[in-house]
């Protein structure tokens, strides 16, 4: 398995733009987070999934956040609109049961 | 609500040294586990090393091992033979059995000098 693979690996985008983030989780994984890192935060759990349905959104920081499982092979985090305050690195992370978190390589969001 | 807490924000230690990172936590809970993960520049979150809590044993994986302390809810890092690859963030991490989402520590940041 190639791990878990997020897109883009980087992104730059003006305030008041929409922001898509995409990850692809560890097949036969059923539980895929989404994850910040800041600076002055540290690693902060956004909202997390379990056999495709949300179980814990509380992290979301506020409405301009929204994430998506369709299916069990993708996940989208989206951001609309964009602010500055929002730049960061977006990890995307899948497990199941029997194993711990994996981690995908992160976005960098810059939000200018 | 859990929370983990790494007290060192920067280590430095010379090549082939030991070092030990500090994490403690704070749970009411009595059976979880504890992770220690590794943010090397490259961005990737690598885990080094987990320790379960209802063992007493303390994790080992080749030159890193942990100094498990559950009465006193410590969870250092030991790394051995210190290697300039080893030089990244450290990240403590926490989940219980039932919670799959981790809590994850501020960060120690690593620096290996030859």
């Known amino acids: 398995d190639a791990g878990v693979i997020q897109s883009p690996r980087h992104e730059v985008t003006e305030m008041g733009q929409e922001v898509t983030l995409r990850c692809k989780p560890i097949?036969?994984?059923?539980?895929l987070f989404w994850y910040r890192q800041t600076m002055m935060r540290g690693l902060e759990l956004l909202i997390y999934?379990?056999?495709?349905?949300?179980?814990?959104d509380s992290g979301m920081p506020e409405d301009r956040f929204s994430a998506k499982m369709p299916n069990a092979s993708f996940s989208t985090l989206k951001i609309q609109p964009s602010e500055p305050r929002d730049s960061a690195v977006y990890f995307c992370?899948?497990?199941?049961?029997?194993?711990?978190?994996?981690f995908g390589q992160g976005t960098r969001l810059t939000v200018v | 609500a859990q929370t983990v807490t790494q007290s060192q924000p920067e280590m430095s230690v010379q090549e082939a040294e030991t070092v030990t990172l500090s994490c403690t936590y704070d749970?009411?809970?009595?059976?979880?586990?504890l992770f220690w993960y590794k943010q090397p520049p490259s961005r990737q979150m690598i885990l080094v090393i987990r320790?379960?809590?209802?063992?007493?044993q303390n994790a080992t994986e080749n030159r890193f091992s942990v100094n498990f302390q559950k009465a006193a809810k410590s969870f250092s890092l030991k790394i051995s033979d210190s290697q300039l690859g080893d030089a990244a963030m450290y990240f403590c991490?926490?989940?219980?059995?039932?919670?799959?989402?981790?809590?994850f520590g501020k960060g120690t940041s690593l620096l290996v000098t030859p």
């Open positions: 097949s036969g994984h059923d539980y």
């Open positions: 999934f379990n056999n495709n349905v949300p179980i814990d």
């Open positions: 992370a899948s497990s199941s049961y029997f194993t711990e978190a994996f």
């Open positions: 320790q379960e809590a209802y063992k007493q």
């Open positions: 991490a926490y989940r219980t059995p039932s919670g799959y989402a981790l809590n």
């Open positions: 749970t009411s809970e009595s059976d979880y586990y």
